[in-house]
């Protein structure tokens, strides 16, 4: 149990006392382009947020400290803009008509249990409740123990991802689509390894969302 009368909270766009994103820095979180030319091998892609400003603290904060509800208030600001923003609901209409099975990410299983609980998770059962959706989190193993990403050089990285995940074997991928979700889709090299083993076992349709990219 944290008290918050403790640790105060401060907005994460100007530093405000009182909530972790005030009113006036809600309205002004900066959209992310829409994505027309997916990496391979997605059939499309879609962030919801600029990785950057407001976001990315609330994301540090989410991910890194441990605060649930910064990442709450964060999924429920993309949730909005899902539903106002015409890329964005093009994107989640073909999700649900593809009826894709939503896969959260996360290279770093092994802090789950010290943090309690897995940020990707958390946003993908967000979306699968909103949508409709299934959310399998059985599918996508992550059998090694991987390395903090940021403490490996660029070729080091490549090869530490690509061992990283392995699928179910005995799931069925063939003719079925995913939405494979992550919190921060950057270079994107840990969704297109999680996707080339989705394409090898001949999926149908193949999504990523991310909230910030
Ligand atoms: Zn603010």
Redesign the pocket.
């Known amino acids: 149990m944290v008290f918050s009368w403790l640790y105060p909270k401060y907005?994460?766009?100007?530093?405000?006392e009182g909530s972790w994103?005030?009113a006036?820095?809600q309205d002004k979180l900066t959209l992310a382009r829409a994505k027309f030319y997916p990496l391979k091998p997605l059939n499309d892609q879609a962030s919801v947020f600029k990785y950057q400003g407001?976001v990315k603290n609330l994301i540090y904060k989410f991910k890194y400290r441990f605060v649930r509800e910064a990442g709450d208030i964060l999924i429920n600001q993309a949730l909005k803009r899902i539903k106002t923003t015409p890329h964005l609901k093009r994107f989640f209409r073909i999700v649900g008509e593809k009826k894709a099975i939503l896969i959260p990410i996360s290279l770093h299983w092994y802090r789950f249990n010290w943090r309690g609980f897995n940020q990707t998770e958390i946003i993908a059962q967000a979306l699968a409740d909103e949508f409709g959706l299934k959310m399998d989190k059985q599918i996508l193993l992550r059998p090694r123990l991987t390395w903090a990403q940021a403490d490996l050089d660029r070729s080091d990285r490549q090869k530490n991802i690509q061992k990283a995940f392995k699928l179910e074997p005995y799931r069925q991928i063939k003719h079925k689509s995913f939405l494979l979700v992550d919190d921060v889709l950057t270079s994107g090299e840990t969704i297109k390894s999680a996707a080339e083993l989705f394409r090898k076992r001949q999926a149908d349709w193949l999504g990523a969302f991310s909230l910030a990219g």
């Open positions: 907005c994460c766009g100007c530093q405000k994103l005030c006036s820095c407001a």
